[in-house]
Each structure stands twice: as structure tokens, then as C-alpha cells.
């Protein structure tokens, strides 16, 4: 009898600890996941400014192009 209260005890032990872990899991893994979100937002905001910043240099040597196209004499 005194057997099967001790084997209760350790295995209703064991499942509070497995519990207990694998909440402190999920919640590492929900930290991770804001991390990441945070992380991707901020290339999503590298990755426009990038874009903005090229297509300014791409309009300016258009503007560069056409105005030296212009000074040239037709033929």
C-alpha cells in the first residue's frame, strides 16, 4: 500500500513538472514569436526607405538623361 501512495506521489510530480515546462516553453516560444514580428517590420521598413531611396537615384539620372538628350543636336 505504502508502494502504490509513493509511485501516486512521483508520478503526479512528474506530470506537474512536465506541465510546468511545457508552459515556460510557450511562453519562451510567444516571446520568440514578438521577436521575430518586431523584426520583420523593421526590415519591411529598411527594405521601403530602400526602395524610395532607389527609385529617387533612378528618377534623377532619368531627369540627368533626358536633359542631356535635349543639348544634343539632331542630325
Known sequence: ???KKL???LLAAVFTLSIYSCRET???NETNVDDVEAEFEEAGQEIEE???EVGNEIEAGA??????VEGTDDI
Open 26 to 28: 510557450t511562453e519562451n
Open 50 to 52: 530602400g526602395a524610395e
Open 7 to 9: 509511485s501516486l506521489v
Open 1 to 3: 500500500m505504502n508502494m
Open 63 to 68: 531627369e540627368e538623361v533626358e536633359a542631356e
